[in-house]
């Protein structure tokens, strides 16, 4: 199994980033995928999650109105839409998949918010 993060970068508040996480190694199409964050010195939060035929979607409080998570099953891959973005959503952002038993997780991309 592998995902592959990227789209990650520096912007200013209220601008716009979209993330891409490419899977592959698993039957993609199977299970739902999540969306995590870790800014420093803070544990890792759930940020978003789609389930397997991107109906039904969930997000934190603290991003709702503002991200949209969404996938493409036939490209195996699943976006992060990041809009009005603010400094405290500096993290390192992570694609996470748990597959049965096993959790698997992306290497990474940052995204810094600042002016």
């Known amino acids: 199994v592998q995902l592959v993060e990227s789209g990650g970068g520096l912007v200013q508040p209220g601008n716009s980033l979209r993330l891409s996480c490419a899977a592959s190694?698993?039957?993609?199409s199977n299970w739902s995928m999540r969306w995590y964050r870790q800014a420093p010195g803070k544990e890792r939060e759930?940020?978003?999650?789609?389930?397997?035929?991107?109906?039904?979607?969930n997000y934190a409080d603290s991003v709702k109105g503002r991200f949209t998570i969404s996938r493409d099953n036939a490209k195996k891959t699943m976006y992060l839409q990041m809009n009005s973005l603010k400094p405290e959503d500096t993290a390192v952002y992570y694609c996470?998949?748990?597959?049965?038993?096993?959790?698997?997780w992306g290497q990474g991309t940052q995204v810094t918010v600042s002016s």
């Open positions: 996470n998949a748990l597959v049965g038993f096993y959790n698997y």
């Open positions: 190694g698993f039957t993609f």
């Open positions: 759930l940020v978003a999650t789609i389930r397997r035929d991107g109906g039904s979607t």
